[in-house]
């Protein structure tokens, strides 16, 4: 008779493009997004918290390709009797999901509605470097008005964040531009096809890359990239391709210079000078809060997502310094994008409602955090309260309620006691500022010892023997003196 065959053990590991955060990352990620989320409810915003899944119906233009409404997002139909049950998927972002909540509850939200959402968001693209298929984003939307306050609100707010979290002035700056100006340059180079405008917008795009020159040459003919190879140019000519090139070039001494050049750049066009106009408003609002060229800046080279705004739009960039994989000096770049996009619940009312916001990646700005030495240093575990007679644990556990009570993060060995030593090493291991020990000699006299493990780790670093014995890193004290003399450990003071 044939031996049945071993079900196979499942691989244990993590599926490719996601990953697993262990201890001190979701406490510093949690931290962080506490931070911001007090500057977001300062501002007067609410929080959101949507569901995950939302139909594919729903999301809409807001998926990454809508012909394949199962690529690019983690889609599937849902089981029905018919075979014909919705297609549903993960949240791809936290806007299409905003659109639906507010299409379908606004006759009871005020307008404007205000709302912050911070949580994982899912793509289903090709992992790489630093780049999974889950990650989160923490926004911030105020839907229903189409004033230029709105958008300098937000700016000011993403300023404010960043601050709060430990990046300071002169690390950072926001920058404005808007896609309103855009479309004045366009009108005045005289591009009306659709097919053209997005050409030129992707020629745009790649100033920051190939220059003021390279602009030129994409615009007019086409040119030679690093690699040799020809890439086709638009086929405008010099003439025409002027205007962008101002544009692209407007960035002036201050911003009263800036707009006088966008004005320049945007000829007699109807809609660019409504975008200069906007972001003169929202220059001039901001400057009466306080938030100067210094902090929140009008430049004409923000050009990301333009094809996705409908107006101002803004981007937080770090202006530090910090080293590539191949040690050159590079700035850290942009943590941070957003702008109005107008027509964002349209899709599902028939009306148009404007609507401006910001998304900050979580993940960016904690890797500039750490850069600046503001989080990452060595997460502090609990205090271990060691257990040296299994049969009294009920001692151990009211004591550690005592720590706990007092406000001190604490726990009792759970693993097996036998190896006293085991014990100590667990507590370095969880990175634990203090062991206390109590014995049966010890529970007699009514003391504890208490093992400073910060000052020891200190002294077995740098000390000789004589030092050592001079500056012991355990201590004896009185029972009822454990938590005063925890918390002088903690304090940095337990220097015996």
């Given at each position: 008779m044939a031996k049945d065959k071993k079900t196979p053990r499942p691989r244990a590991e993590t599926p490719k493009g996601f990953r697993d955060y262990f201890g001190t990352e979701v406490t510093e990620r949690a931290e962080m997004l506490a931070k911001i989320a007090a500057v977001y409810h300062r501002y007067g915003f609410e929080a959101l918290e949507s569901?995950?899944?939302?139909?594919?119906?729903?999301?809409?233009?807001?998926?990454?390709?809508?012909?394949?409404?199962?690529?690019?997002?983690?889609a599937w139909q849902e089981a029905d009797d018919d075979g014909?049950?919705?297609?549903?998927?993960?949240?791809?972002?936290?806007?299409?999901?905003?659109?639906?909540?507010?299409?379908?509850?606004?006759?009871?939200?005020?307008?404007?509605?205000?709302?912050?959402?911070?949580?994982?968001?899912?793509?289903?693209e090709k992992p790489g470097p630093g780049r999974f298929r889950q990650f989160y984003q923490c926004d911030a939307d105020t839907v229903g008005t189409a004033s230029p306050a709105a958008d300098a609100?937000?700016?000011?707010?993403?300023?404010?964040?960043?601050?709060?979290?430990?990046?300071?002035?002169?690390?950072?700056?926001v920058r404005v531009n808007n896609r309103k100006v855009l479309n004045g340059v366009l009108e005045a180079?005289?591009?009306?096809?659709?097919?053209?405008?997005a050409d030129v917008l992707r020629t745009i795009d790649k100033f920051d890359k190939v220059g003021e020159a390279g602009v030129r040459e994409l615009l007019g003919k086409g040119r030679l990239d690093a690699s040799g190879a020809y890439i086709d140019g638009v086929g405008l000519s010099a003439a025409q391709a002027e205007p962008v090139l101002?544009?692209?070039?407007?960035?002036?001494?201050?911003?009263?210079?800036?707009?006088?050049?966008?004005?320049?750049?945007?000829?007699?066009?109807?809609?660019?000078?409504?975008?200069?106009?906007?972001?003169?408003?929202?220059?001039?609002?901001?400057?009466?809060?306080?938030?100067?060229?210094?902090?929140?800046?009008?430049?004409?080279s923000v050009v990301r997502g333009l094809g996705y705004y409908t107006g101002p739009v803004f981007e937080a960039e770090l202006t530090f310094e910090i080293l590539d994989d191949k040690g050159r000096k590079r700035q850290f770049?942009?943590?941070?994008?957003?702008?109005?996009?107008?027509?964002?619940?349209?899709?599902?009312?028939?009306?148009?409602?404007?609507?401006?916001?910001?998304?900050?990646?979580v993940?960016?700005?904690?890797?500039?955090?750490?850069?600046k030495g503001r989080i990452g240093g060595a997460a502090q575990g609990p205090v271990v309260v060691t257990v040296m007679d299994r049969d009294r644990m009920a001692d151990y556990m009211q004591m550690v309620a005592d720590i706990r009570n007092a406000g001190i993060r604490a726990e009792v060995y759970l693993g097996n006691p036998k190896n006293f030593g085991n014990q100590l090493k667990y507590a370095d291991r969880r990175g634990s500022p203090a062991a206390?020990?109590?014995?049966?000699?010890?529970?007699?006299?009514?003391v504890v010892q208490v093992k400073d493990l910060i000052l020891g780790a200190k002294i077995a670093e740098n000390a000789t023997l004589e030092e050592w014995k001079e500056r012991p890193s355990q201590f004896e004290v009185p029972r009822g003196e454990l938590v005063a003399k925890l918390r002088e450990i903690l304090a940095g003071e337990g220097q015996g």
């Open positions: 569901s995950a899944v939302e139909t594919v119906e729903a999301l809409g233009k807001f998926l990454p390709d809508v012909d394949r409404p199962n690529e690019g997002v983690f014909k049950g919705d297609w549903l998927a993960l949240r791809y972002d936290l806007t299409a999901p905003l659109a639906r909540v507010y299409a379908q509850h606004r006759n009871d939200l005020p307008t404007p509605y205000r709302r912050y959402a911070m949580g994982p968001v899912w793509r289903n609100e937000i700016c000011a707010m993403l300023s404010d964040c960043l601050e709060e979290v430990g990046i300071p002035r002169g690390d950072y700056v180079m005289g591009v009306t096809d659709a097919g053209q405008a101002a544009f692209l070039t407007s960035k002036g001494a201050d911003v009263a210079a800036t707009l006088a050049n966008l004005r320049a750049a945007i000829g007699g066009s109807p809609i660019g000078a409504e975008g200069v106009d906007e972001l003169e408003q929202i220059a001039a609002l901001l400057d009466a809060q306080g938030y100067g060229a210094d902090r929140i800046d009008v430049d004409p770049g942009s943590v941070s994008g957003g702008g109005r996009y107008d027509d964002l619940v349209k899709r599902f009312t028939g009306q148009s409602v404007p609507a401006t916001g910001v998304s900050i990646g993940d960016r700005l904690l890797a500039a955090l750490r850069e206390v020990i109590e014995g049966a000699d010890e529970k007699a006299r009514g």
